[in-house]
């Protein structure tokens, strides 16, 4: 049991949406970019009264976005119906590697950002996972700077160094410049 009721130091996988047959399988609705990467997950962790619990996997079988996993000592279809609608987790050092100009949105959190026409720009602050694309939120002088937070705007990730090199759409620093 991790008594972290914010999550940090972990990133939510999905969800659980339904069981399945009568022998205890869970349906999971993954919220990552490659389901495939998860075929080989022994545990998870839900959020119970606050607290993460961690339960291990029996079975996994992955289509598309979907998993049906089987937790062990979950058995039937009553005691799965306890965990329909929970959330997932699992710890953040368990995410892949990214490498070129892949960056997850929690690293990015405090990276400076520096621009190919306009240098510095600022620090990021937040990022806001949006329905249409993902968008970082800079502090920029005494305000904010926002801009889609997508590969295509990323050059290069400097890791070790903590600065972001983008290349931003043009007009779109003046905009923010001119306030």
Do not use: C, W
Request: hydrophobic share 40%; proline share 4%.
């Amino acid at each position: 049991m991790v008594d972290n009721g914010n999550i940090e130091g972990y990133y939510r996988l999905g969800a659980i949406t339904r069981t399945h047959g009568v022998r205890g399988n869970l349906v999971l609705l993954l919220d990552v970019d490659n389901p495939d990467r998860y075929k080989k997950t022994k545990a998870v962790y839900l959020q119970v009264n606050g607290l993460l619990v961690k339960h291990e996997i029996t079975t996994v079988s992955i289509s598309g976005k979907n998993a049906i996993v089987h937790l062990k000592g979950v058995e039937t279809v009553e005691s799965a119906a306890d965990f329909v609608k929970k959330d997932l987790f699992l710890p953040i050092n368990e995410l892949p590697k990214l490498s070129g100009n892949q960056v997850y949105f929690h690293e990015a959190i405090g990276m400076n950002v520096v621009d190919s026409t306009y240098g510095e720009i600022g620090k990021i602050m937040k990022i806001m996972d949006l329905p249409v694309q993902p968008i970082a939120v800079v502090q920029y002088g005494e305000g904010e700077l926002l801009f889609p937070f997508l590969t295509q705007f990323i050059a290069k990730v400097d890791r070790a160094n903590g600065i972001l090199y983008v290349d931003l759409p043009d007009g779109l620093v003046d905009i923010y410049r001119d306030k």
